[in-house]
């Protein structure tokens, strides 16, 4: 552990002093706000460069997403610090990086409110660029006062370095101030218990600045013993997919995620680093015998079939299928019925591997005297001749599946028909409300071009969040005098009930 230098240490408590920076200076009086006073910079024309993140052509953009885009962009020049603020932070959502995205945040990062630079330059992170001028502005509100804003800056880090760092290492860009934002991290890893989330945040950051760094490991390794399940997770994905780090303690984490976690991502994200570590590194951690009963429990006990099917799969890669399909074989000649209903589940995840084991179930079907197992034997061989054309040769004439047949096809047969009652009802009240149609006043049918309009004006409003002023669509009267005279006369006629009659018997 390096020991930390008390200087650098006063950088990340709140204080008056206000340091500067080479790439610009800082306006006196400016601390107001969330963390230290606002930076300017110098206006200068930046070439970015044409590798981003998330690239779509302009072909491939729907264009009412296309419109938002402009309109978010337009947004970013508001007089209204709200509005700014919204549009920065839907760009960072809608992850594209055009050309003219990215100058206008870039414009917004350089002047306005402190809250528009923050958030310009956060996004400006999440698309891809990490100049020297966005990483000095981020590493601003690491310094902060602000505990949620720090964060929060971590947060959009940490998207901003997974995404760079998924790239390959001849097409990622240099990241700018990488030297500070480091040092700025190593300050917010050192000495702080593994709970804190900041700390986690900031140690998974300087992971993927330097895979190799001490700190940010050792902090990691710490963090697989105490915590929240999700908090495991990630410290144990970057341990062994970017710091190849395959110890004891990330192994029984490893295996700790299989057997505990109530996410089945997690569950199954689990057993793809197991098989990162390899079956050769677990044997020689002594592990290999608790590694086969964690598979062996976990191929009949998990509750979803899909990673029931996984740990199968690795099964085979670590090439233990054969002992364990020994094992399960010998269970099903077990006096107790749950053992036999486990070994029948692991048999079917396993898969029947030869005529001999195909032929002992077949007689285990008809002498099998609890229901459980018979029914999971049933379910097993209907599965199985789905995906075994052998299989389904062998039970081509087996009555129970002839019948589970049938009730598939009956089931597609009643769909089908639902589906053409469907349509004829629907047909129907189309033809009996054309029937009406000259009998609506005028004044009642809205024009389509009204309609239209009416439904750009909705789709412009933003999903979430504030909506920006400019998408409100203009107040309309509900009830308008001269319009409400056709409710007493207009309606009150024979030949309009006549037809309201044929359309209620329907």
Sequence with gaps: MEKVNPQEAQELQPCNEIPSYLHGTRTEGSTQGLGPGPVTFKKQRVKFSTQKIQVFEDRLIHPLKWQ???DLTHSLSSPVEAEQV???????????????????????????????????????????????????SLIEQLKGCSLSRRMDTLVGLHMALNAWIMLAKNKREPIGAKSSLTRVLKLLVKGKSPMDNVALEAALCLSFLDPENSIARDFLLQCLTQGEMKRKKKALMVLVKLMNVHTLPVLRAAMEQIRNSCVAKHRLEAIKLLKIIGLEKIQNLGMEKDFFELLRFKVHNDPLQEVREAVAEMVEVLKMKPMMLNIVESQLNDASALVRHEAVISIGVLGICSSRMFYFLMDMLDLETSPLVRKELEKIFITLSKKDPWIREKLQDWKLLMEEESRQER????????????????????????????????????????????????????????????????????????????????????????????????
């Design 68 to 70: 938002r885009l402009k």
């Design 86 to 136: 919204y549009a920065a932070q839907a760009l960072g959502k809608l992850r594209i990086s055009k050309t003219f995205i990215i100058e206008a945040l870039w414009a917004s990062a350089q002047v306005g409110p402190e809250r528009v630079r923050y958030e310009s330059s956060r996004t400006l992170a999440l698309l891809g660029c990490l100049h020297k001028h966005v990483v000095l």
């Design 411 to 506: 089931e597609r047969i009643q769909t089908l028909e639902f589906q053409k009652m469907k349509r004829d009802l629907q047909d129907q009240k189309k033809s009996l409300l054309k029937g009406l149609g000259p009998l609506i006043p005028r004044k009642m049918v809205q024009p389509k071009k009204a309609m239209a309009d009416k439904g750009k004006s909705i789709l412009s409003v933003p999903i979430k969040g504030m909506a920006l002023a400019s998408h409100y669509p203009p107040c309309i009267k509900l009830v308008d005098k001269k319009d409400h005279m056709f409710s007493k006369g207009s309606w009150d006629s024979p030949v309009i009930r006549k037809h309201l009659k044929n359309l209620a018997s329907h």
